[in-house]
């Protein structure tokens, strides 16, 4: 069992990353799936998540409208598409797979938002 995000990098505030998380050992259709982020001295903090029930996705406060969650169950990965990046953001972004049993985390990818 395995996630493993990419698609970090170093970007000028106002930019754009996307992140993928693949999967590896279990199907991401059966677990909610979240992103995460952890700045240095800071608690680690939730970002957008995505339920298997449907609905919408949720979103953090400070990244509404700038920030989108998606999956593709047939490549069994998640993604989160990262624009209008602020400098604030920076952190290592990881991604988790959940449900009653199991609780996956992958290793992370960082972040850096600077000019």
């Known amino acids: 069992v395995q996630l493993v995000e990419s698609g970090g990098g170093s970007v000028q505030p106002g930019g754009s990353l996307r992140l993928s998380c693949a999967a590896s050992g279990f199907r991401i259709s059966r677990y909610d799936l979240s992103w995460y982020r952890q700045a240095p001295g800071k608690e680690r903090e939730l970002v957008a998540a995505i339920s298997t029930a449907g609905g919408s996705p949720n979103y953090a406060d400070s990244v509404k409208g700038r920030f989108t969650i998606s999956k593709d169950n047939n490549e069994n990965t998640v993604y989160l598409q990262m624009n209008s990046l602020k400098p604030e953001e920076t952190a290592v972004y990881h991604c988790?797979?959940?449900?009653?049993?199991?609780?996956?985390w992958g290793q992370g990818t960082q972040v850096t938002v600077s000019s």
């Open positions: 988790n797979a959940r449900n009653y049993i199991d609780d996956y």
